[in-house]
């Protein structure tokens, strides 16, 4: 065998490892949120626990993230090729980067430490939700524990990119894998009870110091002598002066859109959960298809750019284009159509209730429009960059920071928690339409007239494809034997204040309706409720706690879908809703209430409350949920061919393009 054949072979395998361990790493990462949420639920505790989880690595990226990736690690390689890869110029490099860098990151990490409460408190300033005190005391606890994670962020970043300029791929993208499953023991272990929910930050910092520590041993084969250096002053840290304003500039356009899309979420119970699980999935599809185009093609736009060829640069930069929108519009459509069984697949079980299932789908299905703008501006910003252009991408950023923030705080008066994730989508889209635009002014050969067919064939085939969806899923309905229908505060009904109990009312008929409803309703519910004969209405009546209200019901037998799967007894569903505390006047309880409309062929077996901060548990293990995956699959199946033929009847030839490639792979 040649040695170009087995340099081709050792390459394909190479690469075949990398992508089966990014996978690997993805799926870990999924698997360690969907233990997140059986164990601790979308409520208090997992709000408290991911407003700290989101600090660190965000502060890392404000004061040396963007520097250490657009400056530093270039540098770094500088000199690998000016010198040698193992010369002694290289090493040294190396551990001035580890030494400097390392310094400056413990100091970071010390004084979120020392500041923890001002951080806190700046992320919750528009909170005024019930238990506020304690949700930042608790975030407090957490993020003191989470704090070291700025620095080891930093030493693993810097450990993945020596590993990755000496061709050692397959211990960088496994490395993430031993964090994800060390954290996952650690949410295990305390399901079990073995130690309090403080550990759970400490365990998520032990495992970013183990994705650290897996990778020395690589180092040591690689023979780097690892002694950090101290040296401010050295040559190599110039250039930053250069261009760190910008760089710094951009990191904090990203923090204080953070900070406000935080304080929008913060005030809603479950909103930063349902943020962090939505941010995880959307980042599946984005970090296995769309960053291995990026990587493929970062290195020909570098290549073409540095020869000011940029009549090539634009004919490749259009391909991407095209293939990425290819890929990523289905898999958006899909998304925003099946967010529900999606959440319910991965999510509901433990302590994350149907009533969280609910909240975190109705968050997903706007944040699914993500998908493929953040794919486009990614692969933009990128070809900016390999065309040594950072004003750009950085005024991008920054304009669209300001978008993000103003739609942020207008729709979430509209639509809640939803409204900010509906805001991200609206601003991807809104600066890769200006990227583009400003991309015209020096990439001259920029192939518009095929990019704009490939998206308009491309979104038709998605049209047809989500008539097809629409219709199978209509054949498997999501379950609508329960509905809420209005919540509020009992006006001219009083309970005695020594009653701690809750309680329920079944209205049966149109007449207990009229003269009920009236005695409930605000002016704001003014028209009442119309019986039909296929159901019924249940008013609930919180106790004088903040509750969880559970709602027991029994489906139907007649559900074709649980007989398929042979399934004769009846299946147990729970509808949870959160109450606020009732109120006592004069000796008398204002209750609480809320009012559930239930189908006739579904039996309300009993209502139960459970106070405020304990979640119902299902159980940490509750299987697969048949009924959701079946829609998933069929739904997925039938869509995605109806998307290919469509592509083929259109001439889409970017479909031809990578089944072909998927055919030889």
């Known amino acids: 065998m040649s040695s170009s054949s087995e ?49 660190p690595f965000l502060l890392f990226e404000v004061v040396i993230g963007g520097l250490l990736t657009a400056v530093f690690l270039p ?3 500088k000199e690998q090729e000016t010198h040698g890869k193992s010369s002694s110029q290289a090493w040294r490099a190396a551990n001035l980067l580890l030494g400097s860098i390392g310094v ?11 500041f923890s409460p001002a951080l806190i408190d700046m992320q919750t300033m528009f909170a005024h939700k019930e238990g506020l005190d304690e949700y930042r005391s608790l975030s407090v606890n957490y993020l003191r524990w989470l704090a070291p994670e700025i620095l080891l962020f930093g030493i693993s970043s810097i450990f993945m990119a020596i590993l990755n300029s000496h061709g050692k791929f397959a211990i960088t993208a496994a490395a993430p894998i031993f964090n994800n499953l060390f954290m996952i023991g650690t949410l295990l272990a305390y399901s079990f009870g073995l130690y309090s929910a403080k550990y759970i930050a400490v365990g998520s910092t032990l495992g970013v110091a183990v994705q650290a520590l897996v990778m020395i041993p690589s180092l040591l084969k690689i023979k780097m002598p690892i002694r950090p250096i101290i040296d401010f002053k050295d040559p190599l840290f110039q250039f930053v002066k250069s261009v760190a304003p910008a760089i710094m500039m951009l990191s904090l356009a990203n923090l204080i859109a953070t900070v406000v899309r935080v304080n929008l979420l913060s005030p809603i119970e479950g909103g930063v959960t349902a943020y962090k699980f939505c941010f995880q999935l959307i980042m599946m599809p984005y970090g296995i298809i769309a960053v291995s185009i990026i990587t493929v093609l970062v290195p020909t736009l570098s290549r073409q750019s540095a020869n000011n060829d940029y009549r ?26 099946l967010p529900y069984p999606i959440i319910q697949l991965l ?24 998908i493929l703008p953040y794919a486009l501006l990614m692969l933009l910003t990128k070809s900016f960059f390999a065309a040594r252009n950072t004003s750009i991408p950085t005024s991008l950023n920054i304009c669209g920071a300001g978008i993000n923030i103003g739609l942020g705080i207008l729709l979430v008066s509209f639509m809640g928690a939803p409204g900010v994730a509906l805001s991200s989508g609206i601003t991807y889209a809104t600066t890769t339409v200006l990227g583009l635009y400003l991309l015209r002014k020096f990439v001259i050969s920029f192939d518009w007239k095929q990019l704009i067919q490939t998206m308009a064939k491309s979104i038709c085939a998605a049209l047809i494809m989500s008539l097809v969806i629409f219709t199978t899923i ?5 379950a609508n ?43 704001d519910f003014a028209t009442t409720p119309t019986l039909d004969a296929d159901s019924k209405y249940v008013i609930a009546f919180a106790p004088p706690t903040h509750t969880t209200t559970t709602i027991a019901l029994v489906p139907p037998k007649d559900k074709s879908i649980f007989k398929s799967f042979g399934n004769e007894q009846s299946v147990v569903e729970n509808l949870n809703l959160r109450l606020s505390e009732s109120k006592t006047t004069s000796g008398l309880l204002r209750r609480t209430w809320c009012m559930i409309r239930i189908a006739n062929n579904v039996q309300c077996n009993n209502i139960i409350f459970v106070p405020h901060g304990k979640s119902i548990d ?48």
């Open 7 to 55: 340099t081709t072979s050792g390459f394909a395998r190479n690469t075949i490892m990398f992508s089966l361990l990014t996978v690997a790493s993805r799926l870990t990462g999924v698997l360690r949120t969907m233990t997140f949420g059986a164990v601790l639920g979308a409520g208090h505790l997992s709000d408290a626990y991911f407003l700290a989880d989101s600090l």
């Open 75 to 77: 540098l770094l390689v």
């Open 104 to 114: 400056l990151l413990c100091i970071m990490s010390v004084l979120v430490v020392i």
């Open 312 to 337: 090539a640069f634009g004919m490749t930069l259009s391909m991407g284009f095209r293939i990425t929108f290819c890929i990523m519009m289905p898999i958006m459509i899909l998304t925003y159509m």
């Open 347 to 370: 999510f509901e079980r433990g302590k994350f209730t149907p009533a969280e299932t609910a909240f975190t789908a109705a968050f997903l299905k706007m944040y699914s429009l993500t």
């Open 474 to 478: 209509s054949f498997f309905p999501q």
């Open 481 to 523: 034997d329960i509905a809420i229908i209005h919540t509020g505060i009992s006006s001219d009904i009083r309970m005695p204040a020594f009653d701690r109990s809750g309680n329920i009312v079944e209205l049966e008929s149109q007449s207990d309706m009229d003269r009920f409803y009236p005695l409930i309703a605000s002016e």
């Open 618 to 665: 299902t159980g940490l293990v509750h299987g697969i949920n048949f009924y959701a995956f079946v829609r998933i699959l069929i739904a997925t199946v039938l869509g995605l061919l109806t998307y290919i033929i469509a592509g083929y009847a259109f001439r889409m030839h970017e479909v031809d393009y990578l089944l072909r490639k998927f055919k030889r792979s």
